[in-house]
């Protein structure tokens, strides 16, 4: 458990500020533009994911810590079909200009990936 707790003593933090970051951007740089989500939806998207994920790779680690590699490149790819099911209406939508709301997923997907992948590659090297 103190794994997860030193987990979430750095991921709010980024969280919270990547959060902030965002935010005073799209309000500040994109007044114009029209977003199909809100920042706040898609950091709650993120949030858990990225939570739910890394619970899932310590008790990997925990139970079968030869396969937490495997676990995380699987999680990874469940991770981006979860984002995409997440952009389905997006994509379905009437929306012209897709790309301003593509960047504001992505980025900060990335973002989550490298802050978790760093996680879980501390938590393989320690087994």
């Known amino acids: 458990m103190s ?3 030193n987990f979430i ?5 980024f969280s919270i500020v990547l959060f902030v970051i965002q935010y ?3 309000t500040t740089l994109f007044k114009d533009t029209v977003f199909f989500y809100s920042t706040l939806s ?3 998207f993120h949030i858990v994911v990225t939570i739910l ?3 899932f790779l310590l008790f990997v680690n925990k139970n079968f810590p030869d396969y937490t590699g495997y676990s995380f490149m699987g999680i990874s790819v469940v991770k981006m079909m979860a984002a995409v099911v997440f952009l389905i209406p997006l994509i379905q939508s009437d929306t012209i200009d897709r790309i301003p ?3 504001t997923f992505f980025i900060p997907y990335f973002l989550f990936l490298f802050f978790e992948t ?3 590659i501390r938590l393989i090297n320690k087994t």
């Open 24 to 26: 005073f951007v799209v």
């Open 9 to 13: 003593k750095y991921f709010l933090p």
């Open 118 to 120: 760093i996680f879980a």
């Open 101 to 103: 709301d593509v960047a």
């Open 53 to 55: 994920s890394y619970l």
């Open 3 to 5: 794994r997860f707790v």
């Open 42 to 44: 898609i950091y709650i």
